[in-house]
C-alpha cells in the first residue's frame, strides 16, 4: 500500500482548493469568466462544503474543469481529479474505527480505509468514540482513499434513514 509523502499531501490539498476557487468563481453570479486561483486560507470550511456539494452533484462542472484546464495543471495532475470526479464519494459514512492515520468507514455495505492528509484522525474527530457518522467526501489517490479534509454535520433524519435501510 502507498505510503504519502508530505508532498503528496499537500498536492491533494493544493488540487482541492484550485477547486474549491474553481467553483466559488462558476457559482458566483455575473462572474466575468476569468479564473483565477485562490490561496488555502481565501476560501472558509462552510464555503468548501458548499461548493463540494456543487461540484458533487453536478458533474458537467468537473467536465468543463478539466475540458479547460484553467490552471495549466499537469498531466498527472490532471488525471488525480478525473479519478477524483468519476470514483469520489460525497455521502454520509458510518466511522467505524480509526486510529492516527487511518479510519474505516462504512457506506452502502462497503468498507473503506481512508487514510488523511494532515491532520490526525483523533484531533479531526475528537476523540469521539466510534461507530458515529460524519458527512464528507472521499476521493482515490493512487491506490488508497484519502478524505476531502471537511467533515460535515450530520442531518439527523438522514441518519434515521440509513439506520431504517441497515436494519431492512
Keep these: 500500500m502507498h505510503n504519502m509523502s508530505t508532498d503528496e499531501k499537500y498536492n491533494i490539498i493544493a488540487l482541492l482548493t484550485i477547486l474549491d476557487s474553481f467553483m466559488s468563481q462558476k457559482l458566483e453570479p455575473g462572474h466575468n ?3 483565477e486561483k485562490a490561496c488555502y486560507t481565501d476560501i472558509e470550511h462552510d464555503e468548501r462544503a458548499f461548493f463540494r456539494d456543487a461540484l458533487y452533484q453536478e458533474p458537467s462542472f468537473y467536465d468543463d474543469f ?4 484553467y490552471y495549466d495543471l ?3 495532475d490532471l488525471a488525480i481529479i ?3 470526479a468519476e470514483f469520489g464519494i ?3 459514512f458510518l466511522v467505524e474505527e480509526y486510529e492516527k492515520k487511518k479510519a474505516y468507514f462504512v457506506w452502502n455495505g462497503s468498507y473503506y480505509l481512508v487514510h488523511n492528509l494532515i491532520d490526525d484522525f483523533p484531533t479531526i474527530f475528537k476523540k469521539r468514540q466510534a461507530p458515529f457518522w460524519i ?6 489517490y493512487k491506490d488508497i482513499i ?6 460535515g ?3 439527523l433524519d438522514k441518519k434515521k434513514v440509513i439506520s431504517t435501510l441497515e436494519c431492512e
Design 33 to 35: 469568466g476569468r479564473i
Design 66 to 69: 478539466l475540458k479547460h484546464n
Design 74 to 76: 499537469s498531466a498527472e
Design 82 to 84: 478525473e479519478r477524483w
Design 90 to 92: 460525497r455521502d454520509y
Design 135 to 140: 458527512y464528507t467526501y472521499i476521493l482515490p
Design 146 to 151: 484519502v478524505y476531502d479534509g471537511i467533515v
Design 153 to 155: 454535520p450530520i442531518d
